[in-house]
């Protein structure tokens, strides 16, 4: 009895390796040396089922076992690179199809124009100096230096034209870093 199980075990494990086809390949960039980490699938066609998946070898290798008499979709994707999608069908599942050498190139985007702008900071406070930045408080067109004072966050001129800023009177103002006489 143990010699009749273990005979039809056999038979079992041969006959499972020859219903099944290897569909292989290699893949390559355009100056022909082999791609490492290329994301490959087998997908059954027309019904989208993956039949198997794996990385590419040090060498560019992949190879798919037990793959079953049909028609194939081989993908092949990478970062940086276009993808491919080759079309195999699976004879016999006797022999190994061997796809060849796929070369891949590389992905070339065109990006639009890019303007950088940069905004002022509009109060910056340095020890014991505030300086304004005057093109952050909008005035009308001709306005006096007065009224661009009047615009400053915690300032004030009063009616002597005596400006105060945070309560402390203001002993001198600069203008592009030159002293301005009012």
């Known amino acids: 009895m143990r010699k009749i199980l273990l005979a039809f075990a056999l038979m079992t494990a041969f006959t499972s390796v020859a219903v099944a086809a290897i569909v292989k390949g290699r893949v390559v960039d355009s100056d022909s ?7 490959t699938q087998i997908i059954q066609y027309p019904d989208s089922v993956r039949k198997g998946y794996m990385i590419t070898t040090a ?17 092949l994707s990478m970062v940086g690179m276009d993808d491919i999608r080759k079309i195999v069908e699976v004879k016999d599942t006797t022999t190994t199809l061997d796809v060849g050498i796929l070369t891949m190139t590389e992905t070339s985007v065109t990006l639009n124009d890019a303007v950088v702008t940069a905004v002022k900071a509009a109060v910056v ?55 301005f006489f009012w």
């Open 33 to 39: 040396q082999p791609l490492q980490g290329v994301t």
């Open 59 to 75: 060498k560019g290798d992949f190879s798919f076992k037990g793959i079953n008499p049909g028609n194939y979709v081989i993908n």
């Open 125 to 179: 406070a340095k020890q014991d100096t505030i300086e304004f930045n005057a093109g952050s408080f909008k005035t009308q067109a001709n306005a006096s230096v007065e009224d661009l004072l009047k615009k400053l966050p915690g300032v004030e001129v009063d009616s002597d034209g005596k400006i105060t800023s945070g309560g402390k009177t203001v002993s001198k103002i600069l203008v592009d870093g030159k002293e």
